[in-house]
DNA sequence: TCTAAAAGTTAATTATAGTTTACTTATAGG
DNA sequence: CCTATAAGTAAACTATAATTAACTTTTAGA
C-alpha cells in the first residue's frame, strides 16, 4: 500500500488500486475476468488515465473492497460511495 | 444539500453535484460554458447515470469545490481526491 | 540461466459516450 | 396569467472508450 496520509490525485487513485489488488494476490486477468473489462481497460485504469468510464473504475472499487467519500469545501458532511449501484444500503 | 450523513451511491454523489452547483447559483448552462461539457452529458451525471468519463466527473467536482476520499475496508487510511490532476499538491 | 506467468503494448474494429440542434416541459417573477 | 429562464428530452452525428487478438517485455521461481 502506498502512503496516503498526504493528499493526492487520480494518480494515487490507480495506485491505491493497483496496490489493494497485489495486496489481494489478483492479477490483472483475474479481474478482469470477474468483472468483464478488458486488460488494456484495466491498465489504463491503474495507470490514473481519467479517460475511462466511471461506470468501470466503480466496478474496480466494489470488486477489491474500496469506495469513497465526498467532500465538500464546507466541510461538514461525508458522504460514502462504492460501485455497488443497487446495494439499498448505498 | 441532501442529508449525506447515512451511507449512499452515486445516485447520490449525483444529489450533492447538483446541490452544490444550485447552491453555488449556477444553471446547467453556466457549468456547460466553464467546462466545455454539453449540457446533457451535464444531466446524465446529476442524474447518477455512471456510464459517463471519469474525466468528466472530475472536472465537475472540480469546478463545484468538491473533492473524495478513498476508503480502503481495511480502514486506516485516506487519500483525497480532486479533478486538479497537474496540481502537484495532488 | 531457462521458462512460465504476469504485465504491458499495439493496431484494427466495435460499442458507446459526447455533441449539436431543436424542441418540450417546468419554475419563478412581473 | 404571461413571459423569460432554466431544466429536461430526442435524434442524428462525431469523437472516443473498450474490446479482441497478437505480440513484446518483465518478473519471479525452479
Chains 1, 2 share one sequence.
Do not use: C, Y
Not at 493526492?8 to 488500486?17: G, N, R, V
Not at 473489462?37 to 477489491?64: C, H, Q, R, Y
Amino acid at each position: 500500500m502506498p502512503d496516503l496520509s498526504e493528499r493526492f490525485s487520480s494518480k494515487l487513485l490507480a495506485q491505491e488500486i493497483m496496490a489493494k489488488r497485489t495486496a489481494m494476490k489478483l492479477s490483472l486477468v483475474d479481474v478482469s475476468k470477474a468483472l468483464s473489462i478488458s486488460k488494456p481497460t484495466l491498465i489504463k485504469i491503474e495507470k490514473g488515465d481519467t479517460n475511462v468510464s466511471f461506470a468501470n473504475i466503480l466496478k474496480v472499487l466494489e470488486f477489491l473492497g474500496l469506495s469513497f467519500t465526498i467532500i465538500s469545501d464546507d466541510i461538514n458532511h461525508q458522504s460514502n460511495i462504492t460501485g455497488a449501484n443497487d446495494d439499498p444500503w448505498f
